[in-house]
């Protein structure tokens, strides 16, 4: 026979039935997937306009900047 335990934490509202305010309660709900399986950030705080992202190896890092953008790639054509 398998033995499993588990633990939840739990957590206790108690309301007055005498007091007819409107109660809100509400938990953080699971994050969504990680940007990357390396978990690599990416850095887009120098982004532009038609910045496309790239993998920049010196900083580990994605980016999303000036360097490479819509208009570089095609030589300043539309993209």
């Known amino acids: 026979m398998t033995t ?3 633990t939840t934490n739990k957590n206790t509202v108690t309301v007055d ?3 007819s305010s ?3 309660v ?4 699971p994050q969504g997937p990680a940007f990357s399986t ?5 850095s887009d ?6 910045s496309i992202i790239y993998y920049d190896s010196s900083a580990s890092s994605y980016k ?5 953008t819509t208009d ?3 030589n300043g054509g539309s993209f």
């Open 4 to 6: 499993v335990n588990i």
């Open 17 to 19: 039935e005498s007091n």
């Open 22 to 24: 409107t109660i809100e």
């Open 26 to 29: 509400a938990t953080q709900g």
């Open 38 to 42: 390396s978990g690599t950030g990416l």
């Open 45 to 50: 705080s120098s982004r532009v306009s038609k």
């Open 64 to 68: 999303a900047d000036s360097t490479w």
């Open 72 to 74: 570089t790639l095609t």
